[in-house]
Each structure stands twice: as C-alpha cells, then as structure tokens.
C-alpha cells in the first residue's frame, strides 16, 4: 500500500496533474519525522532512474529510486500525470521531496547520473475512431434496427483522443444515442465499462452516416513499371462521394498489373492507374503461329503495337509486307485464328 502522511499533506498543499511533456507532477506528502525510514536501512548511492512508466496516479520513492524497499518504496511522492500522458520531474525537487520524507539526509546520497529531470509516463489504452464507429454502429442495430455495415461515421471535429485505465479491456458502449434517417445524423454518449476516467468526463460525439464503397489501395508505395501481387494491395470501405467512376473495386482488377505511374500507399486505385503486363513490346520481332489439326505454321514477323497476354495485336511479316491479326499468347508469340489460314499462307 502506498504510504501517506497526514501531515506532510497538510504541509504540502493540493497537488495538481502533470501537464504532458511540460508541467511536473506535484508533491502529494511527505513521510512524517516519526516514521520516516533509517539511512541505515538504505542502500549508501542511491540511483534515479531517468524514465518511469506506471499504470497508477501516483509516483513513489520505490519508482524513482530502485533499490528501495518496504515503507520508503511505497511512500508516494508525486502525482502521475493524466491518463497516456508524460510529464517531467526536475532531479532537484526529487531530492527535496527526499529529504523531506526522510529518504535520504543529504542531497548527495542521490545521483543523477548527469540528468536533470525523470521523465514519467502514464500507461492507457487508446480509445480508436474505430471503436468509436463500432460502438455507434452496434447501437444502430440494437435500438433503430439500422443496418449500418455499408456507411462510415463522419465524427463532427474529428475523432476525439481518449485515453482509459489500461488494464480495461472491455468493448466501448453507447450509453445513450439519438438518430434521424432522414438526415442520417447522430448524437451518442459512449463510455468503456468500468472507467473512472470516463465517468468522471463522460464522451459526447455527434456526427454523420455516410454510404461508403469498395476500393483497392496499395499497402506500400508502388513504383512505375511494378508488377502488383496480391500482398500488395487490400480493400477498404471509404466514402462514396468524390470517388469517381473509375475507382477500382475489386481486387482482382489491379492483382497482377503494371503500374503506370508511382502509386502511394492508402490512395485509391483508378483504373488508369494500373494496366496488364505488356510481354509484345511494339516492333519487336514475334513468331506468329497457325495451328490447326495436323497443321502448324510459324513464322516470323514484326509486332506492330505493345500487348499484354490475350490482346489482339496486328504484326507484319517483313518479308511479304502482309498484315495479319493475332492473339499475344505468349512473350514473343502471337497466334492466329483458323479463320486466317489463307492469310498465313499466303503472307509466308
């Protein structure tokens, strides 16, 4: 248990909260001359450590100085500051703090070992938009028979930053909640069972539905030229106003193309963006191939336009100027159908 005097609290005065990075946690009591610890009890150099972190809101001599034990470790010291914040305590109000409890005698039986301040941070669990707009969204379906797995939350100011005790595990809940259909807009009270943080300022939000749509993003950035593999991209559901029509919905569009540009991460692939692997570049000399049931013609030829797999691309024996039609079905391969067999026959 943490050890307080009812004394040294007097002494002290009300202690505030520890501004993040800025204000240094207050003085919250001292142990009292009677029952303060013997210097014999402690070790001779005693040792800051530079960082704490601590899941409580309060510091003690035991996290500021390690080696410390039974009553001088659980005397606290100092407010921690707020939940998933950090503050800063000067090395010199520690030392003050020390002696006045009685920890040490003289300021020079504590190092620093060269810093001038411990920084002190307080463990949370972060609150995400997302558990926002699940909670909200679960809310919908319970009370409004709202099926809103199609729209996203639009918060009004953004998603709020809230911070909750971090040993709380426990889903975000809608208190209370009011909706409009017509309009789609919300107000929603929410709160994490369990909470004094929460239920000493509860979470008021407001904000929209909006519909939202498929899209394929990019999960790195893709240079020109890349070839995308399927662990390169993913859905995501985002708004459907602004997106245009030719955002790419489906992943299997964009798997296995070619960049055509620089593509970054998170923006949504347009089908301008991405185009089938060209394996007949334009002029590239190609074996043109005819091939029937007990007959097969190649010959040579010059493409004359680029292709991917399955395109119909036009090449030109050089020889006999002749045109045809074929299918790229390979790298340097195009094939023609039967209905041009006169053609290959008569452009050899």
Known sequence: MIRLSLIALL???TAAFASPQQAQPAPVGMASAVTAPTAAALPSKLQLRPEINLARDLVTFGDLIPGLAGEAAATAAFRAPALGETGTIQVARIVEAARSAGIVRDASEIQSQGFAQVVVTRAARRVTAM??????KAGLQERFGVDARIFALAIDGGAPSVAVEPELNGDVAVVDLSFDARSRRLQARLAVPGSTAMRLKPLRI?????????VVVPKRLIARG??????????????????GSEIIGD???AIDKVARRALLAGVPLRGSDVQREEIV???????????????LITLR???????????????????SKRVLQGKVTGAGRVSVQPSTAGRVASAQ
């Open 11 to 13: 002494l002290s005065g």
């Open 131 to 136: 558990d926002l707009e699940a909670a909200v």
């Open 206 to 214: 407001s904000g929209q539905l909006v519909e939202t749509m498929e």
């Open 226 to 243: 890349e070839t995308l593999g399927k662990d390169d991209v993913t859905v995501e559901r985002r708004p459907r106003d602004g997106q």
């Open 251 to 253: 992943a299997r569009a």
């Open 281 to 295: 570049g334009k002029g590239d000399l190609v074996t043109i191939v005819y091939e029937a049931p007990g007959l």
């Open 301 to 319: 030829g010059r493409a004359n336009e680029a292709g991917a797999m399955g395109d119909v691309v036009s090449v030109t024996n050089p020889q």
